[in-house]
């Protein structure tokens, strides 16, 4: 799905990386201060949560929050599946465990699920599903998604086009479960806006 061309810039984006950790430049403060929420935002359990208070608090206050509540879980549930399949049939190294890039094939050994990003997929897909319950706030929602790819990146936890992969893969999810159960309410009943 992402360009081949990207891979070869998978060891100097990393190489960077190590350097911007080694010297310290400004920047690299600013990320340190605001890493913590973007890491919080990223993590499945908070999102999980702010789906459950959607959920919860939607059923009582809006029934738009209530649906909104619904694809984000079935988004959540969608991109997490297709993105652990992936991983684990590619089988990329991370870069904090190899310099270089390596692929081993269908694996389920530790350290070689990289590709494609699961923290990028499904932040990119709750950013589209947001985005289309509520349009207002879409480039906050892509603006965080954006930052826990970096996050990744910097953290030395996926190489760019893990996160390029990741961040094309949550929306073409999204816009798939768009598709298939929010436009087609007859099939799919509980995701009507009541």
Request: net charge positive; aromatic share 16%; hydrophobic share 50%.
């Amino acid at each position: 799905m992402v360009p081949l061309f990207t891979l070869g810039y998978d060891v100097e984006v990393i190489s960077w990386v190590k350097h911007i950790k080694e010297t310290r430049p400004p920047v690299y403060a600013v990320f340190h201060f605001i890493a913590p929420f973007i890491d919080l935002t990223g993590y499945g359990g908070f999102q999980i949560a702010a789906i459950l208070v959607l959920l919860v608090f939607g059923r009582f206050l809006s029934a738009k929050a209530r649906f909104a509540g619904k694809t984000l879980l079935a988004g959540f549930l969608a991109s997490g599946i297709s993105v652990q399949v992936l991983k684990h049939l590619i089988g990329r190294a991370r870069p904090r465990i190899i310099e270089g890039v390596q692929f081993i094939g269908p694996s389920m050994k530790g350290g070689f699920d990289s590709f494609p990003s699961g923290h990028t997929t499904v932040a990119f897909c709750l950013a589209y599903v947001l985005s289309r319950n509520f349009p207002r706030y879409a480039v906050l929602f892509y603006l965080l998604a954006v930052f826990v790819g970096v996050e990744r990146v910097l953290l030395e936890a996926h190489f760019f086009s893990d996160v390029l992969e990741g961040a094309f893969l949550g929306v073409l999810v999204g816009q798939v479960l768009w598709v298939k159960f929010v436009k087609n309410p007859e099939k799919f009943p509980s995701f009507r806006l009541k």
